[in-house]
């Protein structure tokens, strides 16, 4: 019997004898062994009875006199890569602690030596990079010679794996695993350029994990900037975030802002940069490079360099945090699942909390009682201020919250201005600016809906309404909504509604009240009127905080149909008051001031006299929408008084064109004597209409007369 068929048949023999006898076996393989101590099939089956048996020690022992004794088996590869993938993977189950105790009880050099040798044999780039980065944690001596070069080998393979994404699995290990691992290697000398680039990938990785929209992104082309805008009308059904190659629990990443802080302070550390060397927060952070952007123009050389990156990333990090801190609290369907929609976006708009008292009347206040009311020939027509005046350009500004549907109010516009701050500063210098853009280029920020929503905001802050509504026409497209999404309470489409608000603003403010119109109109056509009372009690909430403010404010309003309605109607309002009231006759847009001024009455009080003063001036007035949409009992018996002759006999030209259904009240003050029967009539059947809803009334006005109204101005 030759020597091969003598180690076949005791193999054999053993395998025989495990189930019954185990003992047996092992001393039929330990007695093969003796005599064949180079024949690997004896010592595997040695070995694969250990294993099976789940005896750490033993097995191992045998694992390491097979990789030392047979390095070129590939049975022994194609176990250690079975024991490698239990010590890369979450699972817990007991063969996969068994393997990982097995590997645990090798003398740490052959550790060492098995990892690397398992890193030659891979062939994919993540799992080698696994492979090797098991090395680096367990043998942090190994980070010198490995470290640098696996980076970069991660950092290559994002690049010619051609993945559209920061967020990857390729930059996950590179940015949450191996970068920590060989910035706070302090045997290593690493550039500062390394360093910083670096610190550039890790940014751009924490943000686009933070940032991540609903999923899958919709992606258009738009004009400005060559860029495009990623849509977040998909929204996701749930929490769960995985990463393309890797598990659901290593595609967990926890604290990404804090852990972005940490290794700024670690490369601040390594690259010099001035000021403390921990960075204990971005507020701090922003302070440090407020004060070194001072000595700047100064600075010569490498020193100026040095300086420049430090502002530049820190600047820019602050930037990015803070200006999604606040979109995510003013539009949080774009980062949260379906239950932010409850929240709706909000929308930064003028505020108009003026719209009704800026008029000052010649002689001061004047009761709503016309028997107190004197006429004056020749009276002064006065402006509202927010009319004439360009509004202000982005100085002292303040932007107005209902504290009470915005609970977060203060800490959302403390980020809002932060932002506007690090924006600011990184526009201060040519050199800041030209670095600063470079970052975005390679980060094609110009893809970010939530950055533009941001900007957006920060550019009507400062006044340049021209500006944002180029931004704002883009926006517009990329939010439309998609079909068959809708949400039970009409709140998508509210979100989508967001920028045409916003762009009636920006031409309001611009004084293109055709324009604001149209868009108003645009966005009023997809509402449903809410109950007036609870509307009345939202806008009570809202006058109390902002009854002192001037005309150039802003307010943050939220997206639903509550306040947008409302909004809308005193933004027409707003429109109509210069036209209404000019030294040239126009009694349609006269009307529909008083139209509108029936909305949160008596807010509108003063401004209604004036136009009823202007009535009497000019001794007529006509407006044939009269009985449609004017339902307010104070207006009526004012309109009924001056058809009397103690109100000056003025001829009232209101009836409409259509019939109107005939029921008998009496209207105070003597409307029956003395006046044509149709007008007293109307004027009684009116009468019957005062308990309407007045926002449904005032709905049907916006959807009714959409294109006299927009036809009525210039």
């Known amino acids: 019997m030759s020597a091969q068929k003598d180690c076949e048949f005791l193999v054999k023999r053993a395998r025989e004898l495990v189930p019954d006898d185990p003992c047996a076996a092992k001393a039929w393989l330990i007695t093969a062994r003796t005599l064949y101590p180079a024949d690997f099939n004896i010592q595997y089956e040695m070995y694969i009875i250990e294993r099976n048996a789940e005896r750490t020690a033993c097995a191992g022992r045998l694992l390491y006199d097979m990789f030392i004794n047979f390095p070129d088996q590939p049975i022994v590869w194609r176990e250690i890569s079975v024991i490698t993938s239990a010590l890369r993977s979450d699972s817990q189950d007991k063969h996969s602690q068994f393997l990982r105790g097995l590997f645990e009880t090798l003398p740490g050099r052959v550790q060492c030596e098995m990892l690397l040798k398992a890193t030659e044999q891979c062939f994919n780039t993540l799992e080698k990079a696994e492979m090797l980065l098991l090395l680096l944690k367990r043998f942090p001596e190994s980070v010198v010679q490995h470290g640098v070069s696996l980076g970069e080998t991660l950092l290559e393979a994002e690049v010619s794996e051609n993945v559209e994404t920061p967020v990857n699995c390729f930059r996950k290990l590179f940015v949450c695993d191996v970068l920590p691992l060989v910035i706070n290697n302090m045997d290593m000398r690493l550039p500062a350029s390394l360093l910083q680039k670096y610190i550039l990938k890790a940014a751009e990785f924490y943000i686009g994990y933070v940032t991540r929209g609903p999923s899958p992104d919709i992606q258009i082309h738009g004009s400005q900037e060559g860029g495009s805008l990623k849509s977040p009308s998909v929204s996701r059904s749930s929490q769960r975030y995985i990463i393309d190659g890797l598990s659901e629990k290593s595609s ?41 952007c001072r000595y700047l123009p100064g600075l010569e050389g490498d020193t100026r360099s040095r300086c420049c990156s430090q502002v530049v990333i820190c600047a820019a990090l602050v930037l990015f ?67 004439e005046e360009g509004f202000g350009k982005g100085r002292g500004r303040h932007i107005i919250v209902n504290k009470t549907e915005m609970p977060s109010w203060s800490e959302t516009l403390e980020s809002f201005y932060t932002a506007r701050e690090s924006w600011d500063l990184l526009h201060s210098h040519d ?56 949400s039970p309470s009409g709140q998508t489409s509210l979100e989508h509604h967001r920028a045409l608000i916003q762009q009636a603003s920006c031409h309001y403010a611009l004084g293109e009240y055709r324009m604001a119109c149209e868009k108003l109109l645009d966005v009023v056509s997809g509402l449903v009127p809410p109950n007036q009372e609870s509307s009345r009690s939202c806008e009570d909430q809202g006058r109390v905080k902002s009854k002192l403010r001037k005309g150039n404010d802003l307010r943050l309003l ?56 202007k009535i009497c001036q000019q001794g007529s007035f006509q407006y044939e929408n009269f009985f449609n949409y004017v339902t307010n009992i104070d207006m009526l018996e004012e309109f009924a008084y001056l058809r009397t002759p103690e109100g000056g006999r003025i001829q009232l030209e209101l009836l409409p064109n259509q019939g109107m259904l005939i029921k008998h009240h009496t209207v105070t003050r003597g409307i029956t004597k003395g006046v044509k029967e149709d007008f007293r009539l109307a004027m009684e059947r009116q009468v019957s209409r005062c308990g309407e809803n007045l926002l449904n009334v005032l709905h049907r006005f916006c959807i009714n007369e959409k294109i006299i109204i927009i036809q009525s101005l210039p």
């Open 252 to 292: 967990l990443v926890a604290e990404p802002w804090e852990r972005l802080l940490d290794i700024v302070a670690v490369v601040g550390a390594r690259c010099e940069w001035q000021g403390d060397k921990g960075q204990r927060s971005y507020v701090d952070m922003l302070q440090r490079v407020k004060e070194l």
């Open 321 to 387: 945090r803070n200006a999604f801190l606040y979109v995510s609290a003013v539009q949080p369907a774009l980062f949260q699942g379906v239950n932010a929609l409850s929240l709706g976006p909000w929308i930064l708009v003028e505020d108009l909390s003026s719209v009704y008292n800026d008029v000052e009347l010649e002689r001061g206040v004047v009761k709503h009682a016309h028997k107190k009311r004197k006429m004056a020939d020749g009276r002064e027509k006065t402006m509202s201020s927010d009319d």
């Open 431 to 486: 050199g800041l600016e030209t670095e600063f853009k470079k970052i975005c280029a390679s980060w094609k920020t110009d893809s970010w809906l939530w950055f533009r929503i941001f900007l957006t905001d920060m550019i009507i802050y400062q006044g340049q309404y021209r500006r944002a509504l180029s931004s704002l026409h883009q926006m517009a497209a990329v939010q439309q909504p998609q079909p068959g999404q809708q």
């Open 558 to 613: 939220p997206c639903t149909s509550k306040a947008v309605l409302p909004f809308c109607l005193q933004l027409m309002l707003a429109c109509f008051k210069l036209r209404a009231f000019t030294d040239n006759r126009d009694d349609l847009s006269l009307g529909h001031v008083v139209v509108l001024l029936q909305h949160d009455w008596p807010q509108g009080e003063l401004l209604f006299l004036k136009a009823v003063d």
